[in-house]
């Protein structure tokens, strides 16, 4: 007969409240719970792991990717799960290539982003977002904090940015992260437009360092992922 854990005796093996444990399973991220024949709730391992692996989802990536991954596994659709986690590690490491591509672009001392280097005119708010990866809104944002400045286009009064002010977006884009005051990252695009580049160098390699921490806590939660779907699949046949 398997062990069933009391929820108190899981919530303090675990290191979480019993509070957590119910929403979990209100959310319907885990295997249902049996009742013992006092109607309390008894955990498996089972759910052991499933709390687990929500937890190492959680840190290696955004809550609404941990939810329906868990979900996914729950409905028995491990492969599109695993997709969805592959997804992920992809787009770290387009970030990082793109950090690492900025930072060379940067200690070159070009006018020109790395793409798109032929063009000489400013960009459009919608081209600066996309170099970016951000959202229009966040780029006004950033104006509005006096991080950056705009011109407008004569013609229709659209925002234009020069290729200075595109520099800054591409490096505020990049640190975001990882330089969390407004003060902090106005001293390091003045430092950036004076061509002083050791803060900046150094705010780069921390984003850098970052981006390997988060893709270590996802194979962390990978190696959770696959102990949960193992366990999944044998009770599914038991």
């Known amino acids: 007969m398997q062990k069933l854990y009391a929820p108190s005796q899981l919530a303090e093996l675990l290191k979480v409240s019993t509070t957590t ?50 979900r996914l596994l729950k409905q028995g659709r491990g492969g599109q799960a695993l997709w969805g986690v592959n997804r992920q590690q992809a787009d770290i490491q387009a970030e990082k290539e793109r950090v690492e591509s900025l930072l060379v672009w940067i200690r070159s001392a070009e006018s020109d982003p790395p793409e798109r280097a032929d063009r000489k ?14 959202r229009p809104s ?26 200075r002010q595109l520099r800054r977006i591409l490096v505020i884009s990049s640190l975001r992260q990882s330089v969390y005051s407004i003060d902090n990252m106005k001293k390091l695009l003045d430092e950036l437009d004076g061509r002083q580049l050791s803060s900046v160098e150094t705010s780069f390699e921390l984003a850098l360092e970052k981006l390997n921490g988060q893709l270590e806590r996802q194979f962390q939660a990978i190696a959770e992922l696959m102990a949960y779907r193992k366990q999944l699949i044998k009770a599914s046949l038991e």
């Not at 944002?141 to 234009?160: D, M, Q, T, V």
């Open 121 to 134: 005119k400013g960009r459009t708010i919608g081209e600066a977002a996309e170099l970016a990866g951000v």
């Open 138 to 163: 966040a780029i006004r944002h950033w104006e509005k904090e006096g991080l950056i400045a705009s011109e407008r286009n004569p013609a229709n009064g659209y925002r234009l940015f020069s290729n």
């Open 21 to 70: 444990l119910r929403r979990y399973e209100d959310l319907g991220l885990i295997p249902d719970v049996p009742r013992t024949e006092s109607g309390r709730r008894g955990y498996a391992e089972l759910h052991r792991q499933a709390f687990q692996t929500i937890r190492a989802l959680l840190k290696a990536g955004s809550i609404p990717l941990a939810y329906e991954t868990m």
